[in-house]
């Protein structure tokens, strides 16, 4: 039998995709996700004012917009299939574990790059107020879904932890924050004064801060890459593993 | 399966164990699970060749559905394993899913998809593509009676029309093994005896499992049943040699009105075909009986029928016992 993979992964993903926008909570999601964006691009960033031809106080906000609005996507990835019992129905189809995973993933991770792309107006206001470096502006788009991908594995596996879609929310909330704070100058500073230089540098190499600042700024470098591929490979590995071990429940 | 040939290999550990054929479509080989430290399934083994349909029997909690998941793949086998048109449930999952169609428990569908794009979405994971697929959904469709709501939201179906629907995604790909798990349950009268028309209709040509507590449903639709209790298999028979073994199978039962004074229950041991009688019910001058007989049940009804006399008593019916499934399950079960 020739190997299924694409078209099972695209089956599964496409599968998921009908479903967000075959409910409103999608365009609900859409609209506060661009509505915040607009918020803090414009009101606390003071775009206008500040007068830069650049979009560093739109990007800046992404890892905190994200923190609460990613998790929200996920957490009813494996949640609600678990508790519809339509997890015993994919499982059981001639899928592997891995394509049923990655193809709800890519659903979600594809949803939320529409939403990204509908900030388009921004990107064009800026363009025609100013003379800005497109390189850098795509860099960070860039960097902003790597980031989305990396909160939407963790959460990806906090669904599949448990059938309560609220607690997956929490928890995958609180594991992003950790993931934020790791890097964070309050966090590395109260561990300058004592802690061995490796430490640190293990401690905000787990952060996605560290790299996702770097690539705002226009300069994609591999190991902002590996990061975020390793991330998620490893948190939808987890997730495999917890749908393994929890079927019989 | 009692007469096959001795050349036929005879499983040890289960003393109810089928001969395994080599034609058998599904082989259970002491499949056992365990939850923790609970044997859930114990040691279950069995073996269906094309054109049966094995009825799953057990009380609530024995481990049915447990088994049922692990010939699917859903859940693995803590020892043991199964062999599903001659792949093995361990080593290639996948192909034995290929040619399983599966009815969970739950009967689940995607509740946010309409019906038709829930089949095209099943149809597409099977394989099949453009104007096949649309072929086979079609006909899926129309032999699980969906027409009316191929449009329609499968979270907003009866109960009724669900179950229709998670049947219809497992006879999608015609599978030459069938394993529902409760396929009527919830359903009113109607739809239950359209189902097992359905089933048996398949089963014809295709292995199929039925998992069922309701044993109406084993005598209407199944050619073998095995009795699951606490993980075990405790019975494998037909649903016939099953019913033979209840305690009232082969007696006669008898109901008479008799004439004031007369007690057709001494009347009727008086007969030298009877052996013992018992009293079910009496309601005035109107008595229902067993009666067991002395030798062949038909002698001893005949011997009713000409033997008791007509001026004391009246006969209303007369019929021989073929026994009753649930004395059967009862007994076994609570052994």
Redesign the interface.
């Given at each position: 039998m020739k190997n299924r993979f694409f078209p099972n992964v695209r089956a599964v993903a496409m599968r998921e995709l009908a479903g967000y926008f075959g409910s409103p909570v999608a365009y609900v999601f859409i609209v506060i996700f661009l509505l915040l964006c607009g918020f803090f691009t414009f009101s606390i960033s003071r775009f206008f004012e500040a007068g830069q031809a650049d979009l560093r106080g739109f990007f800046q906000w992404h890892p905190w917009i994200f923190l609460f609005l990613v998790p929200a996507v996920a957490m009813r990835l494996w949640s609600e299939e678990r508790r519809t019992g339509t997890v015993e129905l994919l499982l059981t189809l001639p899928i592997t574990m891995a394509e049923a995973i990655l193809g709800k993933f890519l659903a979600a991770w594809i949803f939320i790059a529409i939403a990204l792309a509908l900030t388009f107006p921004l990107v064009i206001t800026v363009m025609v107020l100013g003379n800005p470096d497109l390189g850098a502006i795509l860099a960070a788009y860039l960097g902003s879904l790597l980031l989305a991908g990396t909160y939407l594995a963790v959460g990806s596996m906090t669904s599949a932890l448990t059938k309560n879609q609220v607690i997956s929310f929490v928890l995958a909330v609180i594991i992003c924050l950790f993931l934020v704070m790791a890097g964070w100058p309050p966090v590395t500073n109260a561990l300058t004064g004592w802690a061995p230089r490796w430490a640190l540098d293990v401690v905000a190499g787990f952060s996605v801060m560290t790299h996702f600042t770097s690539i705002e700024r226009g300069v994609v470098d591999v190991r902002d890459l590996i990061y975020s591929f390793s991330m998620m490979f490893f948190m939808l590995y987890a997730t495999g593993v917890l749908l393994k071990n929890r079927r019989a429940s | 399966m009692q007469d096959k040939p001795i050349f036929f290999l005879q499983r040890q550990g289960s003393p109810y164990a089928a001969a395994f054929q080599e034609d058998a479509m599904i082989k259970a080989d002491h499949l056992t699970r365990f939850?923790g430290k609970n044997k859930v399934v114990n040691e279950v083994s069995f073996s269906i060749g094309k054109g049966e349909i094995l009825g799953f029997l057990g009380p609530n909690g024995a481990g049915k559905s447990t088994t049922m998941?692990m010939l699917?793949?859903?859940?693995p086998p803590s020892s043991g394993t199964a062999v599903i048109c001659g792949h093995d449930i361990r080593n290639h999952p996948?192909?034995v899913?290929?040619s399983?169609g599966?009815l969970?428990e739950?009967a689940?569908?995607?509740?946010?998809?309409t019906v038709q794009?829930f089949l095209e979405?099943?149809a597409?994971?099977?394989?099949f593509?453009g104007r096949e697929k649309k072929r086979v959904v079609d006909e899926t469709i129309e032999k699980s009676f969906l027409p009316e709501v191929r449009r329609q939201t499968v979270g907003t179906l009866s109960k009724g029309y669900r179950q229709r629907v998670?049947f219809a995604?497992s006879i999608l790909h015609d599978p030459p093994v069938l394993i529902m798990d409760e396929p009527t349950d919830g359903l009113d009268p109607n739809q239950k005896h359209e189902v097992r028309t359905m089933i048996r209709e398949m089963g014809r040509n295709k292995a199929i499992i039925l998992c069922t507590h309701i044993l109406e449903e084993v005598e209407a639709v199944c050619s073998r049943a095995i009795i699951i209790a606490r993980g075990a298999v405790v019975a494998d028979d037909t649903p016939e040699g099953l019913k033979a073994r209840s305690r009232s199978a082969g007696t006669v039962r008898v109901v008479v009105r008799s004439g004031p004074g007369f007690d057709p229950e001494a009347d009727l041991k008086a007969l030298q075909e009877v052996k013992d009688v018992v009293v079910l019910s009496r309601d005035g001058g109107r008595a229902d009986l067993r009666v067991y007989p002395a030798g062949d049940p038909s002698e001893t009804a005949r011997g009713i029928m000409q033997g008791l006399d007509s001026a004391r008593h009246t006969l209303e019916s007369v019929y021989v016992e073929s026994g009753r499934l649930d004395e059967v399950f009862r007994t076994i079960t609570q052994a």
């Open positions: - | 939850f998941r699917t793949g859903f859940i996948l192909e899913r290929r399983i599966y969970p739950a689940p569908v995607y509740p946010d998809m794009a979405f099943i597409r994971v099977r394989g593509s998670c995604q």
